[in-house]
C-alpha cells in the first residue's frame, strides 16, 4: 500500500487522494491553510513548507512525495528529494514557477510561443500583455497595455518583481494537452480539450475539443514528448496553447493534474488523477481514451442548490468543500453525452443556473 | 451540506462516503469494529451500537442515518428514528433480517418464492435446504439436506436459533435487480444482474445480464415497486432472485446497496451509491442506465499485487483496506467493455491471477 506525501491540500489534492483511496493509496497532505478541502478526506499537516517540525511529521513514513499546486517552494521540494523520491521532478517545477524560464524552456525545444521578452526590454510591440514572472494563476498579475505610458504605470506597480511582456494574440481559442509519463518512461495523452476562460478563470471545457484535424493533436504530443523527455518527467503535465491560424503556441505548462481535466472522472476510461497516482507510484497507465463528448463546468464563487444542479440528467456534481467567495473556484459539474448538441443543450440548462461572478 | 451518518462502517460504507463526498455530503459511521474500510475516509465512532455514549457522539449534528449493513440491531434504528430520520425504514430492516418474515413478505405481495416452512415443520420435501432465519451472510448458516436424518442433525446443530427450510431450487441461473426509490416516491431500476456465487460467496457479476427478455426485467421492476411502495421505501434495494424456467423467484432482498451493484461505480450514469445518498437525501434520482458491458469480480481472501491489476487495460481497481483472510472481500475489479466477448477475455485474464480460497 503506497503511502503519498501531497504538498498543497486543495480541490486537486482532494481528487487525487478520492482517486488513490480505491488503489489502496493513503494520502498524507502539507498545506498552510487549515479547513483545506483535501484535509476533510485525509491526513493534513497543517503547517508552512518552510516549518522544519511540520515537514518532518509529515515525511514520516512516506513512499513518495507529489504536489497539486506548482507554487511550492523549489528549496523544499529540492530538500524533500535528498530524502525520498519527488515526482515530477523539482526541475519541473522550476521552469514552470517562473513565465520566463517557461517560454524560453519552450523556445529551445522549438515549441512555437507567443513573442516574449522581459519587462523591462525596450522596443516590445503594443499591444501586449505584461505578466508577473511568478506566482500569477487564475489572471492575477496580468495586464494588458497598448502604450509605453501605461507600460510605465504597470512596471512601477510591480515595482522590483520580475515581469514578462508577450505578445497580445488573438487567439481563434484556448486548447490544452493533458500528458503522463510513467516511472519507465510509457506516456499517454488525452485528447486536447477547448477551454473557455472569462476574466482569467477556467470557466468551461469541452473534450474532446471539436475540429481537431489529427495534425493538431500530433502537434501537441510531440510538443509534450519533447518537454516530458527532457524533463525526465513523471506524473501528468498539463500545456496550455492557443490556437492561432490553425497552429498552436504554447503558453504556459503545469506539472501537476490540471483544471481543464476534471472531466476525465467520468469522461475518460482512467481519470488524469488516477493515471497522475499510477505514473508516481510505478503502476502501468490507464487508458485516456474518452467516454463521449464532455463538458465541464467550474463553479465559481457560488454554488446553485445542488438539487437544482443534479436535476439535470447526467449532471456530475464535484464539489470541494470551499466556502463561497468571488472568483473562487468552489466545484465543477461534468457531462459525458453522445454529441455535442446534447452536451449543448445539458450545459446551457445548467449556465443559466450558475451563480457567478460575472 | 449534508451530514449522513451511517451504521456499519464496512466497504459499502467506504463507497458511499467516497460517492458522497464529492456531493458535499460529509459522513460518520459507528461500528464497533476499529479499522474498518469507512474509517479510513471519514470519521468513525468506535462504538457497539448498543453503547449509549457512542450513539449520542455519533448522531451529533447529523441531518439523517442509513446503513449499509442489515444485521443492525431494529430496536437501535428504531430508537435512532425518534430523533432523526433514518432511511430505509425500519420495516424493511425487519424484514429483510428474517428469513422467514423476508419470504412471507414475499409471498404476501404475490411475489413467487421458492417453497418454504419453519425447519420444525415436518412433511417438507427433500432435498431443501436449512438456513438459520437471522444474521447469515455469504452463505454462513446455510446447509443443504437430503434426508429426514440429515435434517435432524441439523436441527440439532442450530439448537434453539430460528431456522428455514426452502425447495432446493436447480437454478437456470441468479440474478438481482437493484431499485431506488427517492423521498418524493419516484423510482428508478438499474438493468437485471447475473451474479455467480462460489460457496456462498459472490465472485462474479455481469450487467446488464445477457439474454433478458423485456418480460423478465419488467417482471423484476413490477416486484421491486410493490415491496418500494408497501415499505415506503427510500433508498436502493437490492432484490436476489433464482431464474427458473425463464421466470423469477426470489430468494432475499437486502435495504441497502449491494455487492452486485459494485459495477455501477464506472459503469452506470450514476452508481448505487450515489442513487442512494441522492434518495435518502432528497436530492433527484440520477440516471441508471448502464455504460456498456460490465463485469465484476471480487477479491476474496486476498489480491494479485496492484500493478498486476491495472496491467489489463480498463481495469478499475477498488481495494478496501482490510487485512487479506481466507473468504474475507478485500476488493473488487469492473470492466466496462463494447460487447460480452471483449468483457469475457478481460474477465479471464483477471482470473487467472486471482489469489482465491479456491
Known sequence: ?????????????????????????????????????AGQVAEHIVAD??????????????DLVTYEFENIPLDVVEEISKIIPVYPPAMALEKSQDRFLEKSFFRTLGIPTPEFARATDPGFEFPCVLK??????????????????????????????????????QFERELSLLAVRARRGETRFYPLIENTHRDGILRKSIAPAQDV???????????????????????????????????????????????????TIEGAV????????????????????????CGMLNLV????????ILKTEGAHLHLYGKKAHPRRKIGHVTFVEKDLAELTVKLGELEKTLIDDR
Chains 1, 2 share one sequence.
Open 270 to 293: 482512467t481519470s488524469q488523477f488516477e493515471n497522475h497516482l499510477r505514473a508516481v507510484s510505478g503502476a502501468p497507465l490507464g487508458d485516456t481514451s474518452p467516454l463521449g463528448v
Open 1 to 37: 500500500m503506497a503511502r503519498i506525501g501531497i504538498l498543497g491540500a486543495g480541490q486537486l489534492g482532494q481528487m487525487l487522494a478520492l482517486a488513490g483511496i480505491p488503489l489502496g493509496m493513503r494520502f498524507r497532505f502539507l498545506d498552510s491553510a487549515a479547513g483545506s478541502p
Open 301 to 308: 464563487g457560488g454554488s446553485p442548490p445542488v438539487e437544482e
Open 213 to 263: 484535424n489529427p495534425g493538431l493533436q500530433k502537434s501537441a504530443e510531440e510538443y509534450a514528448i519533447s518537454i516530458l523527455n527532457t524533463l525526465d518527467y513523471i506524473g501528468v503535465l498539463a500545456i496550455e496553447f492557443f490556437q492561432v491560424d490553425g497552429k498552436l503556441l504554447a503558453s504556459e505548462m503545469a506539472p501537476r493534474v490540471h483544471n481543464s481535466g476534471h472531466w
Open 132 to 169: 508577473t514572472c511568478r506566482m500569477g494563476y487564475d489572471g492575477k498579475g496580468q495586464f494588458l497595455v497598448t502604450n509605453e505610458n501605461e507600460r510605465s504605470q504597470v512596471l512601477k506597480q510591480l515595482g522590483d518583481r520580475d515581469a514578462i511582456q508577450e505578445q497580445y494574440i
Open 49 to 62: 513548507y518552510h516549518d522544519g517540525a511540520g515537514l518532518k511529521q509529515f515525511l514520516e513514513e512516506l
